[in-house]
């Protein structure tokens, strides 16, 4: 076996089994599990007597087919004149105060403390829509002829009349690709903090214990450089494997399935080429944070120095990131479209383009071609760096360890 094989096996195993590793992941799971249960633990917690309503109606419209009681919130019907003193002694939560005000349904929500803005929402989500039928019994039209205004929706097509066009996403498949690159983005975000970390403060420690000076008696530094990132990569890959498959798990078996059919159809609305575009720019964009997280630590002498050398790549991630969350409103700004095809943004933002907008086929593979041929270099430039930096000592700032390591030859 090689020593490079001997240096990956090793480090692999060695962050494997590492309790570090298991509780992340632990707890990784643990917040999946929370968020695909959340309902029924937000039952579990909360539950309890639902709400009661004080309802006043001084219209002749019925309003119990929209104000129906649920397991939040119980409507009761009262006059005025018992409402003030039971929302004091907190016998009514909130009450409703329902009149006609020139043909609309007017409605004052009262309460003895301010409400939260969940419970906000759904009072004027439910009083709005007892307004439209309020208004439709104005017009003296029939249930049927209600429901039907109620639900009519409008046929909508898209068509482009320029022929060298490819065909447009449906407004569905747009959000889809919305909704997906999102989850990419925070996927990278969390690896890449978390491995580049692992990397750096790594090389880092070897260097400050001195123990990286003994290895490199029967190892070259080239060896050790790629054993470092490929070992750290396939342990970064060995977690996402392990998550992505618990949650798979966690889909097809919580909510009796309606989860798993809700994102199966959300898959179905994408194309196989945008599921192997965005794999490849999740694990090239790793990869490539890897090789400058290796680098990184070389740069210092102690692993207390990680953290400052680290934080320039971790600004440029927070950066893509957020450039990305500004794309959830808008996806065709031409912030996205410049920060789609810079290497360090562009495997948070291109995903999102390529999901949510309508492009053409050459400005992925541009990108992406973009990105490839940035961590090539990047691993050639940090490889040579590497060997004249891993065993230079030196003090004082960043710029002032690089300017040590430019001075000397290899």
Known sequence: MSKFMVLVKQLYK???TAKSFILTTLLYLVVLA????????????????????AVVNETNFDVTEVLQNTDDYEYEYVTAGEVAEKLKDGDYYAAFTLTDADGKLAAKIESYDPLPLNDQSNFQGMISQAGQLYAMSQMDLSPEQQQL???????????????????????????????????????????????????????????????????????????????????????????????????????????????????????????????????????????????????????????????????????????????????????????????????????????????????????????FAVLLGTVLVLYFLSLSFYKRSVLTYSSGGIIEKMKTVFKVTT
């Open 149 to 367: 205004l109620l639900s009519s929706e409008p046929i909508i097509t898209l068509n482009s009349i320029n022929e060298a066009a490819t065909d447009g996403k449906s407004a569905d498949e747009k959000m889809a690709g919305v909704f997906i690159s999102y989850a990419i983005g925070i996927i990278i975000y969390i690896f890449v903090a978390t491995y580049l970390s692992i990397i750096t403060t790594d090389v880092a420690s070897e260097k400050g214990s001195r123990a990286l000076e003994m290895l490199l008696v029967s190892v070259k530094p080239e060896i050790h450089f790629r054993s470092k990132i490929v070992g750290v990569f396939l342990v970064a890959l060995t977690q996402f494997v392990i998550l992505f498959g618990g949650l798979l798990l966690l889909l097809r078996f919580s909510d009796g399935g309606n989860k798993w059919s809700i994102v199966t159809d959300l898959l179905d609305s994408m194309s196989i080429g945008y599921f192997l575009y965005v794999i490849g720019f999740l694990f090239l964009t790793v990869f490539m944070y890897l090789i400058i997280g290796a680098l990184f630590g070389s740069l210092v002498s102690k692993v207390e120095e990680a953290g400052q050398v680290m934080m320039p790549a971790m600004m440029l991630t927070l950066v893509g990131f957020y450039v990305m969350l500004t794309g959830m409103g808008n996806p065709d700004t031409m912030l996205i479209k410049v920060f789609s095809y810079i290497p360090f943004t562009s495997g948070m933002v291109m995903p999102m383009r390529l999901g949510a907008t309508d492009i053409s086929a050459i400005e992925p593979i541009i990108s």
């Open 34 to 53: 929370g968020i695909m249960y959340w309902s029924e633990i937000r039952d579990l917690i909360f539950s309890g007597d639902a709400d009661t309503i």
């Open 14 to 16: 060695q962050k494997v």
